[in-house]
């Protein structure tokens, strides 16, 4: 999935939904062939716009 894809699906929530649901993004590191899970923490600013930032 795109940021673009993303950033759109996570816009449309509710904040109620946004709240309930887990975000994780799933890393891969071409070198070693290795993914890496990562929570991260949905949040809004001010205007109401989604960020995510790590847990």
Do not use: C, H
């Not at 999935?1 to 309930?20: E, G, I, P, V």
């Amino acid at each position: 999935m795109t940021w673009y894809t993303l950033f759109n699906k996570l816009r449309k929530m509710t904040f109620k939904d946004a709240q309930s649901s887990k975000v994780y993004a799933l890393l891969e590191n071409p070198a070693t062939g290795k993914t890496e899970r990562l929570m991260l923490t949905l949040k809004y600013d001010a205007k109401g716009k989604p960020y995510l930032i790590k847990e």
